[in-house]
């Protein structure tokens, strides 16, 4: 039995105002954008064509939701971005004002830095070691 995480759910405010920080700031692929009733639609994005792990642009639909938008992790790192050009991924989240929280460092595992995306999720941006 084979199994592979699919899609996470993010919590955010606003469909389009999501997929312009993803899509237009990251550079993520916009997957599918499909109403599902006046209030709600099902948007998936990506980091790629969509192989891997993708997110899910979830609209809080009450107080409680909207309470978790850009802390859905109590403050930790939310989310794992790999690259395979630390540099040109780096100075693209430099050129669209992107938050870097922590800089870049060399660790054991690789070239890593932490940014936060439209809504204040904490992401490490990582580059492997070989």
């Known amino acids: 039995m084979q199994l592979s995480l699919a899609q996470i759910a993010i919590v955010v405010h606003d469909y389009d105002e999501a997929i312009a920080f993803y899509c237009g700031k990251l550079g993520f692929t916009l997957i599918e ?7 709600k639609r099902w948007v998936v994005v990506s980091p790629n064509d969509g192989n891997g792990c993708r997110l899910l642009l979830a609209k809080a639909a009450n107080e409680e939701q909207a309470s978790r938008v850009g802390n859905q992790t109590g403050g930790r790192v939310f989310l794992f971005l790999h690259t395979s050009n630390f540099d040109a991924m780096y100075n693209r989240l430099l050129e669209q004002q992107i938050t870097i929280v922590r800089p870049p460092s060399s660790e054991a595992y690789g070239r890593v830095c932490v940014f ?3 809504y204040g999720n904490l992401w490490d941006l990582i580059e492997p070691a070989e």
């Open 116 to 118: 936060a995306d439209g």
């Open 33 to 39: 954008d499909t109403v599902m009733s006046a209030s």
